[in-house]
């Protein structure tokens, strides 16, 4: 009762197939392959060399309301 056959997972992707359909599970695989994809293109873009990255550090932190507020007392 360990660990599951062969049997048992095609008797379970058998199931899967009937209850969800082949075009469904092809609709999810695509969506899946698509997030997979944009994920990876997202870490890609989030990646900055050393030099800019303290710029960023710095606009971001003039967002902030305490950035906001620190400017005000600055100016």
Do not use: R
């Amino acid at each position: 009762m360990g660990s599951l056959s062969i049997w048992h997972w095609l008797i379970v992707l058998a199931i899967v197939v009937l209850v969800f359909g082949t075009g469904k599970l092809k609709n999810m695989g695509k969506d899946l392959g698509g997030a997979i994809k944009g994920f990876k293109e997202g870490m890609k873009e989030g990646e900055t060399p050393a030099a800019e990255a303290p710029k960023q550090v710095q606009a971001a932190k003039a967002e902030t309301v305490e950035g906001q507020a620190k400017e005000k007392t600055q100016a």
